[in-house]
């Protein structure tokens, strides 16, 4: 399984970014995809998650209404699509999947290389 982000890159707060995760050896119909952010100092915050299987979507509270996950089931591909961000939002982001969503959420098995989202004036 490999999972590879892009989109990452500087923006200022207020603006958007979309980043792509573009899975390979597994089937995002029967699969889980999460996103995750880690910045300096700080632990590793659950983001958004998606299931490949029902359709079903979680966000974290700091991101609800401005974050919108999707996926494209044809392209195993998961977007998250990032719009008004602010400067706490800077970290690297990660995709993971695994079987399901409670896997996810729980410790994924499968992880990005990370891609950088810097929020600054």
């Known amino acids: 399984v490999r999972l590879v982000e892009s989109g990452g890159g500087s923006v200022q707060p207020g603006g958007s970014l979309r980043l792509s995760c573009a899975a390979s050896?597994?089937?995002?119909?029967?699969?889980?995809i999460g996103w995750f952010r880690q910045a300096p100092g700080k632990e590793r915050e659950r983001v958004s998650c998606i299931s490949g299987s029902d359709g079903s979507i979680y966000y974290a509270a700091s991101v609800k209404g401005r974050f919108t996950i999707s996926g494209d089931n044809a392209k195993n591909t998961v977007f998250l699509q990032m719009d008004r961000l602010k400067p706490e939002d800077t970290a690297v982001y990660y995709c993971?999947?695994?079987?399901?969503?409670?896997?996810?959420?729980?410790?994924?098995?499968?992880w990005g290389q990370g891609t950088q989202v810097t929020v600054s004036s």
């Open positions: 050896g597994l089937s995002l119909d029967t699969s889980a």
């Open positions: 993971a999947a695994d079987g399901s969503t409670a896997q996810v959420m729980g410790v994924p098995t499968y």
